[in-house]
């Protein structure tokens, strides 16, 4: 006999997520090939926008990474425990950000960590 254990609203938030992120990032892709024909004129707004484009597709890439990264964890019924120290994450960090694999300490670390290996360029939304 298995045990049916429910889907957990947070599989169900982060599989909308996912299924949102894939959509997204088909689309900027698209975006991204159908604009070759630079106008002189347009030129520099147009290799902005491309740079904003490619920005935002890593930026979706590495969320869309961590959504798997979460579900796998649901499945593994590991999810809500942080994945560097092995603590439980706050439950109202989970629910801003169901998408977390970190505690809050270890994601201060780690961001801490990653800025200090990468050049300086920040892009403002
Ligand atoms: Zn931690």
Redesign the pocket.
Known sequence: MSKQTPVPKEKERLLQEQAQLIDELSRLRELMQAEVDIEPDEGDAEIFEREKNAALIAVLEAKLQNVQAALRLIDKGNYGI??????P?DPGRLEAKPDAT??????E?VERLSRRGRPGRQIQW
């Open positions: 942080c994945t560097r120290c092995g603590k994450i970190l505690c809050v300490s270890c994601q670390e």
